[in-house]
T-cell receptor, first 111, second 112 residues
Framework: GEDVEQSLFLSVREGDSSVINCTYT??????LYWYKQEPGAGLQLLTY?????DMKQDQRLTVLLNKKDKHLSLRIADTQTGDSAIYFC???????????FGKGTMLLVSP | NAGVTQTPKFQVLKTGQSMTLQCAQD?????MYWYRQDPGMGLRLIYY???????DKGEVPNGYNVSRLNKREFSLRLESAAPSQTSVYFC???????????FGPGTRLTVT
């Protein structure tokens, strides 16, 4: 069955890099996504990666995908206090538009 | 473009009452979804509609019904609310691959 696991909490200092990790179990995942949720708001798509890619970079965000280990990570460079939020990893399977979400990682950035 | 809109933003119900949560999108997306978010549980899919005229159960459909009224609108109905349905409800929509889902701001529902 599908399962997406994330660590629950990460604390960093402003200016440091943050790395949020995710593991998934289904090898037929087609796309993997990172979403951000700020307090009291809905989820905002940050980025996604196609399963045949190893890396994707978008400004301060770098996504790394290790298909062999079914491991996905999101690196945020020069983390700011505005990056404090819950980050969700999600996967979609081939041919399906439904997503399976992890439980979310709360990122706390201190000044 | 407003994206995905949800009404109401907040609602308090008594056990046994019914209500309908409304969702609309203006992005001409084919697929729409209803999720609930509970502390420590992440997002769980209640129902989805892959295209106008179709609906399917997700992970936690019991106690809910849905209607895909047209391509824009997808409503979620609680016929007889229970305290276990206290949650934050999110609507989302997407189109073709890579199936980026766009979320509404959520409805915070409390059942007493």
């Amino acid at each position: 069955g599908e399962d997406v696991e994330q660590s629950l909490f990460l604390s960093v200092r402003e200016g440091d890099s943050s790395v949020i990790n995710c593991t998934y179990t289904d090898s037929s995942s087609t796309y993997l996504y990172w979403y951000k949720q700020e307090p009291g708001a809905g989820l905002q798509l940050l980025t996604y990666i196609f399963s045949n890619m190893d890396m994707k970079q978008d400004q301060r965000l770098t996504v790394l995908l290790n298909k062999k280990d079914k491991h996905l990570s999101l690196r945020i460079a020069d983390t700011q206090t505005g990056d404090s939020a819950i980050y969700f990893c999600a996967e979609s399977l081939s041919g399906y538009s439904t997503l399976t979400f992890g439980k979310g990682t709360m990122l706390l950035v201190s000044p | 473009n407003a994206g995905v809109t949800q009404t109401p933003k907040f609602q308090v119900l008594k056990t046994g009452q019914s209500m309908t949560l409304q969702c609309a999108q203006d992005m001409n997306h084919n697929s729409m979804y209803w999720y609930r978010q509970d502390p420590g549980m992440g997002l769980r899919l209640i129902y989805y509609s892959a295209s106008e005229g179709t609906t399917d159960k997700g992970e936690v459909p019991n106690g809910y019904n849905v209607s895909r009224l047209n391509k824009r609108e997808f409503s979620l109905r609680l016929e007889s609310a229970a305290p276990s349905q206290t949650s934050v409800y999110f609507c989302a929509s997407t189109d073709s691959a890579p199936y980026e889902q766009y979320f509404g701001p959520g409805t915070r529902l409390t059942v007493t």
